[in-house]
């Protein structure tokens, strides 16, 4: 996808291609299993389904990669993310912060004979103490599509995702535009806006645009940075003319911390 530059204020700012950002490395297959644990009373399921959610959900909370039992072994997310990689991804994932935690609702569920289709909301936190550029924190909101069958998971879709990283004292707080679906060849916008006065504050800032595929959930990103004296991001994008999954990142960094934002931008 070739995303376009606009101009801000006379100022040209393309948006920069880069492979997934680092820290995303097990978020999305954390979401895999956030989809999945800790479900809320808000739909009656059956309690089969109930105790596989909560075994997951315990599992998931200690680190504990036993938790890839309760996915079969022909498992397959909609971004085509195998069971053995998603366990690899979730390993180094947890290895990057301290503590995670996971607060899931179940907002729908259909029964077809054995099999289950769970419509779920997940809220995940996953934070580190002391990292080179201060502590860290990780907030993801996700809806997800999970069907269960014969007690295991067997197919998981991402149905929407947000995720912000923010490192150090005083991270900037941005607040993001972008739709959530486009079609084929569209142009669209997408908007990282600073929320505090700039001032005499000194920003930077990228935009980044990849694919959503398994192979590149472990890749750091290329974000070439840029000065920022107009109080955020403000982008033009193209949709690529095939259908498929996009991660749309903005970053900013201040004096004080950086802020990584991502959002799931769909081509359908």
């Given at each position: 996808?070739?995303?376009?530059?606009?101009?801000?204020?006379?100022?040209?700012?393309?948006?920069?291609?880069?492979?997934?950002?680092?820290?995303?490395?097990?978020?999305?297959?954390?979401?895999?299993?956030?989809?999945?644990?800790?479900?809320?009373?808000?739909?009656?399921?059956?309690?089969?389904?109930?105790?596989?959610?909560?075994?997951?959900?315990?599992?998931?909370?200690?680190?504990?990669?036993?938790?890839?039992?309760?996915?079969?072994?022909?498992?397959?997310?909609?971004?085509?993310?195998?069971?053995?990689?998603?366990?690899?991804?979730?390993?180094?994932?947890?290895?990057?912060?301290?503590?995670?935690?996971?607060?899931?609702?179940?907002?729908?569920?259909?029964?077809?004979?054995?099999?289950?289709?769970l419509e779920t909301?997940?809220?995940?936190?996953?934070?580190?103490?002391?990292?080179?550029?201060?502590?860290?924190?990780?907030?993801?909101?996700?809806?997800?599509?999970?069907?269960?069958?014969?007690?295991?998971?067997?197919?998981?879709?991402?149905?929407?995702?947000?995720?912000?990283?923010?490192?150090?004292?005083?991270?900037?707080?941005?607040?993001?535009?972008?739709?959530?679906?486009?079609?084929?060849?569209?142009?669209?916008?997408?908007?990282?806006?600073?929320?505090?006065?700039?001032?005499?504050?000194?920003?930077?800032?990228?935009?980044?645009?990849?694919?959503?595929?398994?192979?590149?959930?472990?890749?750091?990103?290329?974000?070439?940075?840029?000065?920022?004296?107009?109080?955020?991001?403000f982008k033009v994008?193209?949709?690529?003319?095939?259908?498929?999954?996009?991660?749309?990142?903005?970053?900013?960094?201040?004096?004080?911390?950086?802020?990584?934002?991502?959002?799931?931008?769909?081509?359908?």
């Open positions: 996808m070739l995303l376009r530059a606009c101009s801000v204020l006379g100022n040209p700012q393309p948006i920069q291609r880069a492979s997934r950002w680092g820290l995303a490395l097990g978020v999305s297959l954390l979401m895999a299993m956030g989809t999945a644990v800790n479900p809320a009373a808000a739909v009656t399921i059956d309690p089969s389904v109930q105790a596989l959610l909560s075994d997951i959900d315990r599992a998931a909370s200690a680190k504990d990669a036993g938790l890839l039992q309760r996915f079969a072994p022909n498992f397959r997310s909609a971004d085509g993310l195998s069971r053995d990689e998603l366990g690899r991804s979730l390993s180094q994932f947890w290895q990057s912060f301290d503590q995670v935690t996971y607060s899931t609702t179940v907002e729908k569920a259909d029964r077809d004979r054995d099999t289950w289709i909301r997940t809220d995940i936190t996953a934070t580190k103490a002391n990292t080179t550029l201060g502590p860290v924190k990780l907030v993801t909101e996700v809806r997800a599509r999970q069907t269960i069958q014969n007690g295991l998971v067997i197919r998981q879709e991402l149905l929407d995702e947000r995720t912000t990283t923010q490192w150090g004292s005083k991270p900037p707080r941005v607040r993001v535009r972008l739709p959530e679906r486009v079609r084929p060849g569209d142009t669209y916008t997408f908007d990282a806006i600073v929320q505090d006065p700039l001032g005499d504050t000194l920003l930077a800032g990228s935009a980044i645009d990849t694919p959503v595929r398994p192979e590149l959930y472990a890749i750091p990103p290329n974000a070439a940075l840029e000065p920022i004296s107009t109080g955020g991001l994008g193209r949709a690529p003319n095939s259908p498929g999954s996009r991660w749309i990142s903005a970053v900013l960094v201040g004096p004080e911390g950086m802020t990584w934002i991502t959002e799931r931008l769909e081509v359908r």
